[in-house]
């Protein structure tokens, strides 16, 4: 169901000016949001929560802490203090809420990591969604004359790691909804194909005890994997394989791609896919995670990702039929969507035979 604020307002705009009536005001609240995400980001980026420990602190020494300049970070705190994150122990001093602890490093799924996914690069090309939309062009293409992942590997190492850190963090959150979704009771062998991390691979490995499985990504990825893909438990039974997804894949009887075709317009997603047809058997299967768009957008977030994807990497959400459309090109029977709970849907084809 498509959301709708019209009947409300925007809670980070608590306060602002009353504009018109509340159709109007909505929209304004929504734009004036940009104000309440630098906030947020601010504090993901000096890692603030990082800062404060069990007992309140005082701004001076939060500032010594981050690097910060103490007047300039006693206006921060009293935003996010606004917002509930933080809460004021008196004069110049600031403890931990629930809200802001979900800031920290060291929370089960790290907000700080996951805001700071794209901080710098995403921000600005946020900036310029009139003119990509003008244009139809990928803003990160415009601007640095490069694709995203080798800006990463030629120009800025330290954002790609943080943007992978990101995704894992964004990924553990969705994983348990995968893992129940994914029925892979049947396979002895599966491949995340630009697994990232691994933490998709993890969780599947954990939820399925019979089962081996492979992570292919770049180097980058496969030089930064969680450190359970290593060494623990389930280390024994995934292989690490570093490659291009363009050229070839390794074979499995389940191949799964999450959030990676979304990159990449269609004949690109045809090459990876028919790579995996390939590397697959009759019978084999192909399981996309990935939003799926529709219009009206059954939500508001189904159609950021999508703009998200035309500003970052030129590619987009598409429809089922559209994906429907893409397995049948490379040769594959389309087996439906199913449900994960999260944003993601499991759509998934299968290999003839
Ligand atoms: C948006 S991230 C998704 C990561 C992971 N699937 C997840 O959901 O957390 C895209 C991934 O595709 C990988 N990738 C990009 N180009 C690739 C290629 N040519 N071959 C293999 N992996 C690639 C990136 O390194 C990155 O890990």
């Known amino acids: 169901m498509t959301s709708d604020v019209t009947a409300g307002r925007v809670p980070a705009c608590e306060g602002a000016p009353v504009i018109g009536p509340p159709a109007a005001q909505a929209v304004a609240e929504l734009g004036w949001g940009m104000w309440a995400s630098a906030v947020v980001q601010a504090a993901a980026q000096l890692r603030l929560a990082d800062a404060v420990d069990d007992q309140p602190a005082s701004v001076g020494e939060i500032a010594k802490s981050v690097g910060a300049d103490v007047s300039a970070l006693t206006r921060l705190m009293r935003a996010l203090v606004g917002f509930g994150i933080f809460r004021q122990a008196g004069p110049g001093r600031y403890e931990h809420t629930e809200a802001s602890r979900a800031l920290r490093s060291d929370a089960s799924v790290s907000l700080t990591d996951i805001m700071l996914t794209g901080s710098d690069w995403g921000w600005a090309m946020w900036g310029k969604l009139a003119e990509s939309v003008r244009s139809g062009n990928c803003a990160f293409q415009e601007t640095y004359g490069k694709d995203l992942f080798t800006y990463f590997h030629e120009d800025d190492n330290a954002s790609g790691a943080a943007c992978l850190k990101g995704y894992a963090a964004q990924s553990r959150a969705m994983n348990p909804g995968v893992v129940r979704a994914l029925d892979l009771s049947r396979a002895k ?14 969780s ?67 090459q990876v896919l028919s790579n995996c047809v390939a590397a697959g058997h009759p019978g084999g299967r192909v ?32 429809t089922e039929e559209e994906y429907g459309a893409m397995f049948e090109r490379a040769g594959m029977e389309f087996a439906g969507v199913t449900p994960t709970g999260t944003p993601l849907r499991l759509i998934e084809g299968r290999i003839p035979g």
Not at 189 to 202: A, E
């Open 189 to 202: 062998t599966f491949c995340d194909v630009g697994g990232g991390h691994g933490s998709l691979v993890l």
């Open 287 to 318: 399981v996309l995670l990935e939003q799926l768009v529709a219009d009206p957008p059954e939500t508001p977030w189904d159609a950021l990702m999508d703009l998200h994807m035309l500003l970052v990497m030129g590619g987009w959400e598409r």
């Open 204 to 270: 599947l490995l954990e939820g399925n005890p019979h089962i081996r499985g492979v992570l292919f990504d770049r180097k980058h990825a496969i030089d930064s994997v969680v450190p359970e893909l290593r060494e623990g438990p389930v280390s024994e039974r995934v292989e690490l394989v570093v490659g291009d997804c363009f050229e070839s894949v390794p074979g499995a009887d389940v191949h799964l791609i999450r959030q990676v075709l979304h990159m990449w317009d269609d004949d690109a997603c045809h």
